[in-house]
């Protein structure tokens, strides 16, 4: 397990920074496609959408909005770290960038999903 | 001298050996000492000995690294894992056969292609792409590299290093034919996901992702 970590948060931390954001693209696929299977409940009148919105409105689908958070969070600032690298950023840093993208991405995410978590989930 | 477990992934299976090091020993001295004390049939290769030749790359420790500049006090473990380079057929044992490697390297015209007495001009030094001059073409940012373990058609990155340097040389007239092979959608430089392996297990520290995003970059701007 030392050997993992020490690969993987080591020399292929780049490869971890791109599975992270090849992950986080997938779920974000499921959920688009959540998203416009949703909207399209309006064609079916109000009652079916009023109903998928009953649905999302559980507490398993507003932790799933506060995980969701997270994933956008992550595949943002780890595509600007690409980016940044794309467009010629210093390549010595790529680890930095990659650490500091995720650090970053832990404080916004706390300061979202805290007040989430309790106007939407304890508060049901 | 300490203690270590090596384990070896052999043609046959993974093998275990327990060999005493001195503290400046390398992972090929380990590999001699298990063929001279256990193991007289162990396939390895190696040539040089001081990080010259690229001969002696092998996987340690799950990284690919040269054998022969590896200390295995170094690796922070009593157990250290060796095994053939991945992404290459393996020969036997440790030995691999480096031909796809060079099927890739022939695909980018590696030779300068020059035009007449320009060939013989002299070049002036570049301190960015002099330093990238230094590939010992081992395989190991082939053998590290993401893309190359799920695509076989990719170039990888001592190839598309090799073509970059050529394209640079003011000297060479064939860089619009290596242009258009690094352009392809498949096998060039577009497939590359930036992931810095090739880059981070270079014993010659070049930095072949920075080399890539440069091709891209140019290529978009032409």
Known sequence: MKDVIRKYGGPFSGMVAQLVQRITGLLLLVYLFLHVRTVYALREGPEAFDRAVATFSSPLFKLLEIALLGVVILHALNGLRITLIDLGAKHASQRRLFVWSLGAGALIFLAGAIPLFFSSVLRR | ?222
């Not at chain 2, 000492?33 to 290769?45: C, D, M, P, T």
């Not at chain 2, 990155?157 to 034919?177: E, M, T, Y």
Request: hydrophobic share 40%; aromatic share 6%.
């Open chain 2, 1 to 222: 001298m300490s203690d270590y477990q090596i384990r070896i992934r052999r043609s046959q299976g993974t093998r275990i050996y327990k060999v005493a090091l001195g503290e400046r020993m390398s992972a090929l001295d380990a590999l001699f000492r298990i063929q001279a004390e256990h193991e007289s049939a162990l396939a390895f290769r190696c040539a040089c000995r001081v990080g010259m030749c690229g001969t002696c790359a092998m996987s340690i420790n799950g990284v690919p690294r040269l054998a022969c500049k590896t200390r295995v006090s170094a690796l922070d473990s009593r157990v250290v894992a060796i095994a053939p380079l991945a992404n290459f057929p393996v020969i036997q044992d440790l030995v691999v056969s480096l031909e796809p490697f060079f099927e890739q390297w022939r695909r980018i015209k590696p030779a300068l292609r020059g035009s007449g007495s320009d060939t013989l001009a002299i070049v002036p030094p570049d301190p960015v792409i002099s330093r990238k001059r230094d590939c010992i073409t081992c395989g190991i940012c082939y053998a590290a590299c993401g893309v190359k373990a799920s695509h076989a058609d990719f170039l990888g990155p001592a190839a598309i290093n090799r073509a970059f340097l050529r394209i640079h040389d003011p000297r060479d007239a064939a860089h619009r034919d290596r242009l258009k092979i690094l352009n392809d959608e498949w096998s060039g430089v577009w497939r590359c996901h930036t992931q810095f392996n090739c880059t981070a297990v270079c014993p010659k520290k070049i930095d072949l992702t920075e080399t890539i995003g440069r091709l891209k970059r140019t290529m978009l701007a032409s």
